[in-house]
């Protein structure tokens, strides 16, 4: 059974900094791209980052020079940086592996 697990989301105020992690399990993880996506309220589901099983990444121009991914294929973890944090970026945050997808965190950013 294929579970991914995020972690690392909470509340910060403006220009703040989180880190979220996904953990998977029972999936080898590194013959897929891994990727965080975001859901605000009224909202679709859009991407934030991706980055593939090359190495490559790929961000929405929203968060670029702000957020950085990253995977550890041995850890089956992808993590997300978030630095400079807006109000914007509030949105609960989605970690997808192939067809997979987590239960979400909630990052909120207020003051």
């Known amino acids: 059974q294929v579970q991914l697990v995020e972690s690392g989301g909470g509340s910060v105020e403006p220009g703040g900094s989180l880190r979220l992690s996904c953990k998977a399990s029972?999936?080898?993880?590194?013959?897929?791209?891994m990727g965080w996506y975001r859901q605000a309220p009224g909202n679709q589901r859009e991407l934030v980052a991706k980055i593939t099983i090359g190495g490559s990444t790929n961000y929405a121009d929203s968060v670029k020079g702000r957020f950085t991914i990253s995977r550890d294929n041995a850890k089956k973890t992808a993590d997300l940086q978030m630095n400079n944090l807006k109000a914007e970026d509030t949105a609960v945050y989605y970690c997808?592996?192939?067809?997979?997808w987590g239960q979400g965190t909630q990052v909120t950013v207020s003051s």
């Open positions: 029972g999936i080898l993880v590194s013959i897929y791209d």
């Open positions: 997808n592996v192939g067809y997979n």
